[in-house]
């Protein structure tokens, strides 16, 4: 699994609530007992894609962890088959993640003119500003992702509760106003392309690169200009 953050999270400062401790924060003793020596920590589940790991410390659970192709004997292999199954295994991981997974939380209305999707840092601005929208009467709602691959499940139904979904992010993407740009070559970015690609639903964005963590004002300048343009507008479909 890759853990994907950004310099904001990392360097970002902002005042938050501070928490009582509790016992829930400590890591549970470590599991020192002795490894099933008949468990290979290299095969796989053939539902889940899963191996068996020993946890860091058991005794005799020491293995080889190589980033090649193998076998369910550990054996480096470099055939058809074999590298073939690997991928399944790995596809079936995602499959048995995305089983535990549960449908984001909507902030706001589930249902409304505008849905506004972000991941990442973007989320305080995103909310900050969609809850600026909504105290002057616009009926909009956002939706921050956590997941990416796999993805959260049931967006495409959320989606289909909001005449337009759209993202705020920072990348590039093109204005469609622009010279040259027409709806088959504008570049979206990269959270509205992959939400397209795995819903099928017309996807709109917007971002920019500025270089400096995303202001809510400018985010609500734009969403409320969004809103504005879909009055008068048929509700959308996939």
Not at 183 to 210: G, K, N
Not at 225 to 238: A, I, K, V, W, Y
């Amino acid at each position: 699994m890759i853990l994907l953050t950004d310099a904001n999270l990392a360097t970002g400062v902002q005042p938050y609530q501070r928490q009582e401790p509790s016992l829930d924060w400590l890591a549970p003793p470590i599991d020192q007992s002795d490894w099933d020596e008949h468990i290979p920590p290299y095969n796989w589940d053939s539902e889940t894609g899963l191996s068996p790991r020993p946890i860091p410390g058991m005794s005799g659970g020491q293995y080889i962890l190589t980033g090649l192709a193998h076998t369910n004997h550990s054996k480096v292999a470099y055939d058809s088959d074999s590298n073939q199954d690997g991928s399944n295994m790995r596809s079936r991981k995602f499959a048995a993640l995305a089983s535990t997974l549960k449908p984001p939380v909507v902030h706001g209305d589930e249902e409304g003119d505008l849905l506004v999707v972000g991941w990442g840092s973007t989320l305080g601005a995103i909310e900050e500003a969609v809850d600026r929208a909504r105290a002057e009467g616009y009926k909009i709602s956002s939706l921050h992702l956590r997941f990416i691959l796999p993805m959260e499940p049931g967006l495409k139904a959320i989606f289909n509760r909001f005449r337009r979904v759209m993202t705020v992010e920072i990348n590039y993407s093109d204005d469609p106003d622009t010279p040259l740009i027409t709806e088959e070559t504008r570049r979206y970015a990269q959270l509205a392309m992959l939400l397209r690609a795995h819903t099928l639903i017309d996807i709109d964005c917007w971002s920019v690169v500025y270089g400096h963590p995303l202001q809510p004002g400018m985010i609500k300048n734009v969403l409320t200009n969004r809103l504005e343009d879909l009055q008068g507008e048929t509700p959308c479909s996939d």
